[in-house]
C-alpha cells in the first residue's frame, strides 16, 4: 500500500526534476559542491542498529569519497539545503552511498529540511529510512567538535585544507534517540568538482539493510532523471 501511494509523488518529482534539469544542466540541484576525501573509524561498543554495516565495529577504517554540496545554489550569504554525500569504499564488494541533507535532529523534524548558511551545528540526516531486521533505521551525521565553517566553497576548501573536518555519524529509529558508530575525517580531495561523481543510495545500500519499496518508489525516478547522462 505504501509502495502504491509513493508512486504519485515519486512521479511528480520526476516531472518536476525534468523541468529543472532543462534549466540546469547537468545537476539541477546541488549544482556546486567540494569533493571531499577522508576516513571512516567505527566506535566501539556502539549501539546495535541491526543493520550489520552499522553494527560491525570490528571492521578496519574504510576510504570514503564525499561531496558537500547546497542545493539551490543560493548566495553564500543566504541559508540554502545543504547536501553531504558519503562513499565508502570497502577492500572488497560494492561501495556503500549514503545521502545526507540539512534536516531537523528531533523527531518530527528530523524528516524536514532545514536551510542553513554553513555546516556549522547543522545535523544531516538521511529524511528516508532503510529497512534492517529490526525494523527502519535513519542516520544523520554531525561535526565533532561543532565548529565554525565558511559557507562559501572557496573559503571552506582552504579551512579544511588547514585542519580535516571531523564528522560523527550516528543511527535511530525514526522516533528514537541517536546513537553514534562512526567518526569520519574529512579533507578537500585531489580532483575538483565532476558532473561524472554520482551517488546511488537506492543501488549501493548498507550491507545488513534493504530499500523499503515505497521509498525507492517515491526516490528512483528523480534520481534517475537527475543522473541522467552521466556517470553513476
Known amino acids: 500500500m505504501l509502495a502504491q501511494s509513493a508512486a504519485v509523488p515519486g512521479a511528480a518529482l520526476r516531472g518536476f526534476f525534468s523541468l529543472l534539469r532543462r534549466i540546469r544542466h547537468p545537476r539541477p540541484i546541488h549544482s556546486r559542491g567540494l569533493v571531499l576525501t577522508g576516513r571512516a573509524t567505527w566506535i566501539d561498543d556502539a549501539a546495535t542498529s541491526g543493520v550489520g554495516w552499522i553494527d560491525d ?3 578496519k577504517p574504510l576510504e570514503v569519497t564525499a561531496r558537500l554540496s547546497r542545493a539551490v545554489g543560493l548566495p553564500d550569504n543566504l541559508p540554502d539545503v545543504l547536501g553531504l554525500a558519503l562513499r565508502f569504499h570497502p577492500d572488497d564488494g560494492p561501495h556503500v ?19 542553513r548558511r554553513s555546516a556549522t551545528d547543522a545535523t544531516f540526516g538521511s529524511l528516508l529510512p532503510w529497512r534492517s531486521p ?83 518508489r517515491l526516490r528512483e525516478p528523480s534520481y534517475r532523471v537527475a543522473q541522467r547522462g552521466t556517470a553513476g
Request: hydrophobic share 40%; with cysteine.
Open 134 to 216: 529490526h525494523g527502519p533505521v535513519l542516520i544523520c551525521a554531525r561535526s565533532v567538535p561543532s565548529r565554525a565553517l565558511p559557507a562559501d566553497l572557496a573559503g571552506l576548501q582552504r579551512s579544511l585544507d588547514e585542519q580535516p573536518w571531523q564528522v560523527r555519524l550516528y543511527c535511530a529509529a525514526p522516533t528514537g534517540k541517536w546513537h553514534p558508530f562512526a567518526d569520519v575525517v574529512l579533507k578537500p580531495a585531489a580532483e575538483g568538482d565532476s558532473a561524472e561523481l554520482r551517488f546511488d543510495p537506492v543501488g549501493h545500500p548498507p550491507p545488513g539493510s534493504a530499500t523499503y519499496p515505497w521509498v525507492r
Open 57 to 59: 565495529d570490528w571492521r
Open 97 to 115: 552511498d549514503v545521502l545526507l541533507a540539512s534536516a531537523g535532529r528531533r523527531f518530527p523534524l528530523r524528516f524536514v529540511l532545514v536551510p
